[in-house]
């Protein structure tokens, strides 16, 4: 509910603490992250430094779900989404680093690559990812 009201603080509290009554669970893991991400573009979040540290934190949680469900495409479109957004708020060397580990993260897993397009693009966040220079990669 917190999340259709656009309250995105509130959601990610929601989430957290949903990740910590079930800490393995995909689904709450993955929009943890969204939830950080979001914060992005929240009215209160104004500077350069506040943007990193929120999508360092959906980082983090897509990590989680990437490192508990592989094969799953959700921790891995949390991932490019975030790292997306990080990568608008850092210099071009950590942009580069940024996409590279993306990449690492498909091939390291295995990931069936065509399964993250799809899921990427049903989620409209394709666009991030052309911008990092990724589609060529995948």
Request: glycine share 4%.
């Amino acid at each position: 509910d917190y999340e259709r009201g656009l309250d995105v603080r509130a959601a990610v509290q929601c989430f957290e603490e949903a990740v910590k009554l079930q800490p393995d669970d995909l689904v709450h893991l993955c929009l943890a992250a969204k939830q950080w991400s979001d914060l992005t573009f929240f009215h209160d979040v104004t500077t350069e430094r506040e943007r990193q540290v929120v999508n360092r934190k959906a980082i983090e949680f897509a990590g989680r779900a990437i490192e508990l469900h592989p094969q799953s495409p959700g921790g891995y479109l949390g991932m490019c989404v975030a790292k997306g957004r990080l990568a608008l708020f850092t210099d071009n060397k950590t942009k580069v680093k940024l996409a590279i580990m993306l990449v690492f993260y498909f091939e390291a897993q295995h990931v069936k690559k065509s399964n993250v397009v799809k899921c990427l693009q049903s989620q409209r966040a394709l666009t991030l990812m052309l911008n990092l220079r990724l589609m060529c990669m995948l």
